[in-house]
């Protein structure tokens, strides 16, 4: 069974660039998840969705980062414009049910110079 | 106060060494936890959930104690391969069922 996938493995970009973060959950996992983990900091969350619902966005930083999840499959997260502090390594997981055990992705690299 | 705090570390044992790490957490409402392992520059990958009548799996023993909010993960006869940074993880239903993290221990096995 494939597991979660995260694409691109790293991104480098220049502040107030674009980028797009891909997350492909494992096959019928409803709960997806984006957790970012920032330099010396530990992993937090950002949010939850259930099939395509965002069910907790309380973790997102501010208004520049934008999650979907279209048909509730993948998902992508968006950061526009990024800055200098949104450096990190992007984290997704997916579980079957809440509570159960999440899976997480080799996670996206980013680089904001 | 963080929700889940655990050992600073970094702990640097010898080969065949016994260690334990310590998590608590602060929500009582917490329902799921979990121990993961994360390698550098890796992500994190399940290494065992907690129950509390406690669980073993070869030399991992993790163990739960709700009534003190605790949990804690001990490795018997450490292996260099045991090296890695160990993630203590909670889970609230009322959370959504998003996952808490501390900000992990560190192990460094040596020969």
């Known amino acids: 069974e494939a597991g979660v996938t995260q694409f691109p493995s790293h991104s480098v970009i220049e502040k107030g660039q674009t980028v797009t973060l891909r997350c492909d959950p494992i096959?019928?996992?409803?709960?997806l998840y984006w957790y970012r983990r920032v330099m010396g900091k530990e992993i937090k969350f950002l949010l939850h969705?259930?099939?395509?619902?965002?069910?907790?966005e309380s973790g997102m930083p501010n208004n520049r980062f934008l999650a979907e999840r279209t048909g509730g499959t993948y998902s992508t997260l968006k950061v526009q414009p990024a800055e200098l502090e949104d450096s990190g390594v992007y984290f997704c997981?997916?579980?079957?049910?809440?509570?159960?055990?999440?899976?997480f992705g080799p996670g996206t690299r980013l680089t904001v110079l | 106060r963080k929700e889940v705090e655990q050992d600073p570390g970094p702990f640097n044992v010898p080969e065949g060494a016994t260690v334990a790490f310590n998590c608590t957490y602060s929500?009582?409402?917490?329902?799921?936890f979990f121990w993961y392992r994360q390698d550098c520059r890796k992500e994190p990958k399940l290494l065992m959930s907690?129950?509390?009548s406690g669980n073993e799996d070869g030399r991992f023993t993790a163990q739960l104690n709700r009534a003190s909010q605790y949990i804690s993960l001990l490795i018997r006869d450490s292996k260099l391969s045991d090296s890695a940074t160990y993630l203590c993880?909670?889970?609230?239903?009322?959370?959504?069922?998003?996952?808490?993290f501390g900000d992990g221990t560190t192990l460094t096995v040596k020969p």
């Open positions: 997981a997916s579980s079957q049910n809440r509570a159960d055990t999440q899976y």
């Open positions: 096959s019928g996992h409803d709960n």
């Open positions: 969705f259930v099939k395509e619902s965002k069910q907790d």
């Open positions: 929500n009582s409402a917490s329902q799921s």
């Open positions: 907690v129950y509390s």
């Open positions: 993880v909670v889970t609230a239903i009322t959370n959504a069922g998003k996952s808490t």
